[in-house]
Protein backbone atom coordinates (compact mmCIF):
# COMPACT_ATOMS: atom_id res chain seq x y z
CA UNK A 1 0.00 0.00 0.00
CA UNK A 2 1.37 3.43 -0.82
CA UNK A 3 2.54 5.59 1.81
CA UNK A 4 0.28 8.46 1.89
CA UNK A 5 2.56 10.52 3.66
CA UNK A 6 5.34 10.36 0.59
CA UNK A 7 2.89 11.27 -1.94
CA UNK A 8 2.26 14.52 0.28
CA UNK A 9 5.45 15.30 0.55
CA UNK A 10 6.08 14.90 -3.34
CA UNK A 11 3.17 17.13 -3.81
CA UNK A 12 4.82 19.74 -1.95
CA UNK A 13 8.32 19.39 -3.92
CA UNK A 14 5.88 20.49 -6.80
CA UNK A 15 4.11 23.08 -5.63
CA UNK A 16 6.93 24.60 -3.73
CA UNK A 17 9.64 24.30 -6.88
CA UNK A 18 12.15 22.06 -5.37
CA UNK A 19 13.34 20.40 -2.21
CA UNK A 20 14.61 22.61 -0.36
CA UNK A 21 11.89 24.80 -0.49
CA UNK A 22 9.73 21.89 0.61
CA UNK A 23 11.58 20.65 3.35
CA UNK A 24 11.58 24.39 4.87
CA UNK A 25 8.13 24.07 4.20
CA UNK A 26 7.41 20.98 6.29
CA UNK A 27 10.14 21.65 8.25
CA UNK A 28 12.24 18.30 7.81
CA UNK A 29 15.73 18.23 6.26
CA UNK A 30 16.35 18.27 2.58
CA UNK A 31 17.49 15.10 2.36
CA UNK A 32 14.59 13.32 4.21
CA UNK A 33 12.63 15.30 1.25
CA UNK A 34 14.93 13.68 -1.25
CA UNK A 35 14.61 10.09 0.54
CA UNK A 36 10.82 10.11 0.73
CA UNK A 37 10.10 11.21 -2.80
CA UNK A 38 13.22 8.57 -3.92
CA UNK A 39 10.80 5.66 -2.01
CA UNK A 40 7.57 6.64 -3.26
CA UNK A 41 8.90 6.59 -6.91
CA UNK A 42 10.58 2.84 -6.05
CA UNK A 43 6.93 2.05 -4.97
CA UNK A 44 5.45 3.10 -7.96
CA UNK A 45 7.93 2.01 -10.46
CA UNK A 46 8.38 4.94 -12.36
CA UNK A 47 10.57 7.97 -12.30
CA UNK A 48 8.42 10.81 -11.12
CA UNK A 49 11.02 13.66 -11.11
CA UNK A 50 13.95 14.55 -13.48
CA UNK A 51 16.83 16.32 -11.11
CA UNK A 52 19.19 18.70 -12.25
CA UNK A 53 21.69 20.74 -9.91
CA UNK A 54 18.93 23.92 -10.14
CA UNK A 55 15.85 22.64 -10.25
CA UNK A 56 13.16 19.59 -10.54
CA UNK A 57 10.94 18.81 -13.49
CA UNK A 58 7.90 16.46 -13.99
CA UNK A 59 8.33 13.38 -16.45
CA UNK A 60 5.08 12.72 -18.06
CA UNK A 61 4.21 10.18 -15.36
CA UNK A 62 4.79 12.47 -12.66
CA UNK A 63 2.53 14.83 -14.21
CA UNK A 64 -0.14 12.47 -14.11
CA UNK A 65 0.49 11.64 -10.75
CA UNK A 66 0.70 14.88 -8.88
CA UNK A 67 -2.69 15.84 -10.43
CA UNK A 68 -4.35 12.76 -9.49
CA UNK A 69 -2.45 12.25 -5.84
CA UNK A 70 -3.31 16.49 -5.29
CA UNK A 71 -6.98 15.91 -5.52
CA UNK A 72 -7.15 13.15 -3.70
CA UNK A 73 -5.08 14.75 -0.46
CA UNK A 74 -7.68 18.35 -0.71
CA UNK A 75 -9.82 15.80 -0.21
CA UNK A 76 -8.76 13.81 2.44
CA UNK A 77 -8.13 16.99 4.27
CA UNK A 78 -11.56 18.23 3.40
CA UNK A 79 -12.74 15.22 4.62
CA UNK A 80 -11.18 15.12 7.98
CA UNK A 81 -12.57 18.95 8.29
CA UNK A 82 -16.14 17.65 8.07
CA UNK A 83 -15.51 14.84 10.15
CA UNK A 84 -13.90 17.47 13.13
CA UNK A 85 -16.58 19.40 12.34
CA UNK A 86 -19.41 16.92 13.28
CA UNK A 87 -17.68 15.39 16.29
CA UNK A 88 -18.37 18.96 17.37
CA UNK A 89 -21.03 21.08 18.24
CA UNK A 90 -22.04 23.80 15.48
CA UNK A 91 -20.64 27.18 16.80
CA UNK A 92 -20.16 30.52 14.74
CA UNK A 93 -21.46 33.20 12.90
CA UNK A 94 -23.49 32.67 9.69
CA UNK A 95 -24.34 35.28 7.32
CA UNK A 96 -27.73 35.34 5.73
CA UNK A 97 -29.00 37.39 2.83
CA UNK A 98 -32.99 37.45 2.67
CA UNK A 99 -35.21 39.45 0.45
CA UNK A 100 -36.14 42.71 2.33
CA UNK A 101 -40.40 41.40 2.04
CA UNK A 102 -39.65 38.29 3.34
CA UNK A 103 -36.86 39.26 6.32
CA UNK A 104 -39.49 41.49 8.58
CA UNK A 105 -41.41 37.82 8.76
CA UNK A 106 -38.50 35.61 10.22
CA UNK A 107 -37.78 36.54 13.59
CA UNK A 108 -40.11 33.25 14.95
CA UNK A 109 -38.14 31.62 12.54
CA UNK A 110 -34.60 32.25 13.71
CA UNK A 111 -35.40 32.01 17.31
CA UNK A 112 -36.30 28.36 16.50
CA UNK A 113 -33.03 27.62 15.33
CA UNK A 114 -31.39 29.77 18.54
CA UNK A 115 -32.94 26.79 20.75
CA UNK A 116 -31.86 24.27 18.08
CA UNK A 117 -27.99 25.58 17.60
CA UNK A 118 -27.29 27.74 20.69
CA UNK A 119 -23.79 28.50 19.67
CA UNK A 120 -25.07 29.50 16.17
CA UNK A 121 -25.20 33.35 15.39
CA UNK A 122 -27.33 35.14 12.93
CA UNK A 123 -26.17 38.17 11.03
CA UNK A 124 -29.18 38.76 8.56
CA UNK A 125 -28.57 41.44 5.40
CA UNK A 126 -31.83 42.16 3.87
CA UNK A 127 -31.39 42.74 0.14
CA UNK A 128 -32.66 41.79 -3.02
CA UNK A 129 -28.92 41.13 -4.59
CA UNK A 130 -28.16 38.38 -2.06
CA UNK A 131 -26.71 36.12 -5.01
CA UNK A 132 -23.91 38.71 -5.63
CA UNK A 133 -22.52 38.74 -2.13
CA UNK A 134 -22.47 35.15 -1.61
CA UNK A 135 -18.55 34.31 -0.67
CA UNK A 136 -17.43 37.51 0.08
CA UNK A 137 -20.22 39.13 2.64
CA UNK A 138 -22.72 36.81 3.23
CA UNK A 139 -22.77 32.38 3.17
CA UNK A 140 -26.33 31.50 2.60
CA UNK A 141 -28.83 33.89 0.31
CA UNK A 142 -32.36 33.55 -0.68
CA UNK A 143 -33.02 34.38 -4.19
CA UNK A 144 -36.11 34.83 -6.01
CA UNK A 145 -36.30 34.92 -9.88
CA UNK A 146 -34.16 33.01 -12.37
CA UNK A 147 -30.37 32.54 -11.27
CA UNK A 148 -27.39 33.17 -13.95
CA UNK A 149 -24.92 30.82 -14.58
CA UNK A 150 -22.10 30.65 -11.95
CA UNK A 151 -19.86 28.56 -9.58
CA UNK A 152 -22.90 28.95 -7.22
CA UNK A 153 -24.76 26.27 -6.01
CA UNK A 154 -28.33 26.43 -5.33
CA UNK A 155 -30.87 24.65 -3.47
CA UNK A 156 -34.32 25.19 -5.35
CA UNK A 157 -36.98 25.89 -2.39
CA UNK A 158 -40.42 26.09 -5.02
CA UNK A 159 -42.07 29.32 -6.22
CA UNK A 160 -43.01 32.18 -5.02
CA UNK A 161 -46.23 33.83 -6.10
CA UNK A 162 -46.42 37.52 -6.76
CA UNK A 163 -49.73 39.09 -7.47
CA UNK A 164 -50.81 42.97 -7.66
CA UNK A 165 -52.16 44.85 -4.89
CA UNK A 166 -53.16 48.40 -4.39
CA UNK A 167 -54.56 51.04 -1.64
CA UNK A 168 -58.25 51.48 -1.54
CA UNK A 169 -57.69 55.17 -2.02
CA UNK A 170 -55.62 54.48 -5.16
CA UNK A 171 -58.76 52.35 -6.80
CA UNK A 172 -61.22 54.86 -6.02
CA UNK A 173 -59.10 57.78 -7.54
CA UNK A 174 -58.16 55.48 -10.03
CA UNK A 175 -60.73 52.83 -10.77
CA UNK A 176 -60.39 49.08 -10.50
CA UNK A 177 -58.86 47.68 -13.48
CA UNK A 178 -61.36 44.28 -14.84
CA UNK A 179 -59.22 43.04 -17.24
CA UNK A 180 -55.13 42.71 -17.55
CA UNK A 181 -55.24 45.38 -20.69
CA UNK A 182 -56.81 48.01 -18.22
CA UNK A 183 -53.44 47.75 -16.19
CA UNK A 184 -52.04 49.79 -18.43
CA UNK A 185 -53.76 52.62 -17.78
CA UNK A 186 -52.41 52.58 -14.32
CA UNK A 187 -49.81 53.76 -12.05
CA UNK A 188 -47.17 51.15 -11.62
CA UNK A 189 -44.70 50.37 -8.76
CA UNK A 190 -41.56 48.65 -10.15
CA UNK A 191 -38.75 46.98 -8.39
CA UNK A 192 -35.56 46.77 -10.25
CA UNK A 193 -37.01 47.93 -13.75
CA UNK A 194 -34.52 48.05 -16.46
CA UNK A 195 -34.31 51.71 -17.98
CA UNK A 196 -37.80 52.25 -15.85
CA UNK A 197 -39.46 50.29 -17.54
CA UNK A 198 -41.01 46.50 -16.80
CA UNK A 199 -43.15 43.77 -17.95
CA UNK A 200 -45.54 41.63 -16.43
CA UNK A 201 -46.82 38.56 -17.41
CA UNK A 202 -49.49 37.62 -15.39
CA UNK A 203 -50.69 33.83 -15.33
CA UNK A 204 -54.78 33.30 -15.20
CA UNK A 205 -57.76 31.85 -16.42
CA UNK A 206 -56.75 33.18 -20.25
CA UNK A 207 -53.46 31.85 -19.52
CA UNK A 208 -50.55 34.16 -19.91
CA UNK A 209 -50.84 37.80 -20.56
CA UNK A 210 -48.41 40.48 -20.99
CA UNK A 211 -48.33 44.27 -20.08
CA UNK A 212 -46.09 46.72 -20.67
CA UNK A 213 -45.06 49.41 -17.83
CA UNK A 214 -43.52 52.73 -17.53
CA UNK A 215 -42.78 52.89 -13.70
CA UNK A 216 -44.37 55.66 -11.94
CA UNK A 217 -42.05 54.77 -9.17
CA UNK A 218 -38.75 52.47 -9.61
CA UNK A 219 -36.73 51.05 -6.96
CA UNK A 220 -34.56 48.10 -5.42
CA UNK A 221 -36.19 47.51 -2.00
CA UNK A 222 -39.73 46.30 -1.62
CA UNK A 223 -40.06 48.15 1.36
CA UNK A 224 -40.08 51.44 -0.55
CA UNK A 225 -42.85 49.82 -3.45
CA UNK A 226 -44.59 48.37 0.21
CA UNK A 227 -44.82 52.02 1.42
CA UNK A 228 -45.72 53.98 -2.13
CA UNK A 229 -48.30 51.42 -2.52
CA UNK A 230 -50.12 51.81 0.56
CA UNK A 231 -49.65 55.71 0.00
CA UNK A 232 -51.76 55.16 -3.05
CA UNK A 233 -49.28 55.86 -5.56
CA UNK A 234 -50.27 52.91 -8.47
CA UNK A 235 -50.61 49.20 -8.53
CA UNK A 236 -47.34 47.26 -7.19
CA UNK A 237 -46.55 43.44 -7.78
CA UNK A 238 -45.48 42.16 -4.20
CA UNK A 239 -45.35 38.31 -2.97
CA UNK A 240 -48.45 37.17 -1.63
CA UNK A 241 -46.98 36.18 1.76
CA UNK A 242 -46.17 39.84 2.06
CA UNK A 243 -49.71 41.18 0.41
CA UNK A 244 -52.05 39.02 1.48
CA UNK A 245 -51.05 40.35 5.35
CA UNK A 246 -51.23 43.99 4.35
CA UNK A 247 -54.49 45.81 4.52
CA UNK A 248 -53.58 46.57 0.83
CA UNK A 249 -56.16 45.79 -1.89
CA UNK A 250 -55.84 42.86 -4.35
CA UNK A 251 -55.89 44.08 -7.92
CA UNK A 252 -56.98 41.17 -10.65
CA UNK A 253 -56.83 38.60 -7.71
CA UNK A 254 -57.06 35.29 -10.63
CA UNK A 255 -53.84 36.76 -12.19
CA UNK A 256 -49.87 35.88 -10.71
CA UNK A 257 -46.62 35.41 -11.20
CA UNK A 258 -44.76 32.82 -9.84
CA UNK A 259 -41.07 32.93 -9.36
CA UNK A 260 -38.39 30.21 -8.66
CA UNK A 261 -37.34 30.70 -4.76
CA UNK A 262 -33.78 29.45 -4.35
CA UNK A 263 -31.11 29.22 -1.60
CA UNK A 264 -27.99 29.86 -2.56
CA UNK A 265 -23.85 29.47 -1.05
CA UNK A 266 -20.47 29.32 -2.78
CA UNK A 267 -19.57 26.97 -4.83
CA UNK A 268 -16.67 25.28 -2.82
CA UNK A 269 -16.86 21.51 -2.48
CA UNK A 270 -16.47 22.03 1.29
CA UNK A 271 -19.49 24.08 3.49
CA UNK A 272 -17.99 24.79 7.28
CA UNK A 273 -20.72 22.76 9.31
CA UNK A 274 -22.65 25.60 10.99
CA UNK A 275 -23.44 27.03 6.77
CA UNK A 276 -24.46 23.48 6.59
CA UNK A 277 -27.08 23.47 8.93
CA UNK A 278 -28.54 27.03 8.18
CA UNK A 279 -28.79 25.81 4.76
CA UNK A 280 -30.65 22.73 5.56
CA UNK A 281 -32.34 24.19 8.11
CA UNK A 282 -33.94 27.34 6.01
CA UNK A 283 -34.59 25.09 3.40
CA UNK A 284 -37.12 23.02 5.57
CA UNK A 285 -38.45 26.23 7.14
CA UNK A 286 -38.53 28.53 4.02
CA UNK A 287 -39.80 25.46 1.68
CA UNK A 288 -43.10 25.21 3.45
CA UNK A 289 -43.58 29.31 2.81
CA UNK A 290 -42.93 28.44 -0.96
CA UNK A 291 -45.19 25.47 -1.10
CA UNK A 292 -48.42 26.93 0.84
CA UNK A 293 -48.24 29.93 -2.05
CA UNK A 294 -48.23 27.44 -4.88
CA UNK A 295 -44.33 26.63 -4.75
Known sequence: ????????????????????????????????????????????????????????????????FFERARDALVGLDEASDLALDAAREAHGVVRVALPPDLGAQTGTMFAELALLYPRI????????????????????????????????????????????????????RRGVPRRVEDLAAHDALLMRAHAGTARWELTGPKGVEKVDFVGRLVADHMGMIFDAARAGLGIALLTSWFGDKSDLVPVLPKYSIETPVSLVTSGGRHLPHRVALMRDYLQTALSGRCKEHGG
Request: charged share 25%; no cysteine.
Open 1 to 64: MMDLNRAAVFVRVVETGGFTRAAEAIGVPASSVSRSVAKLEGELGVVLLERTTRHVALTDAGRA
Open 121 to 172: RVEVTLTTRGEELVGDLVDIAMVTGRLPDSALMARRLGNGVNKLYASAGYLE
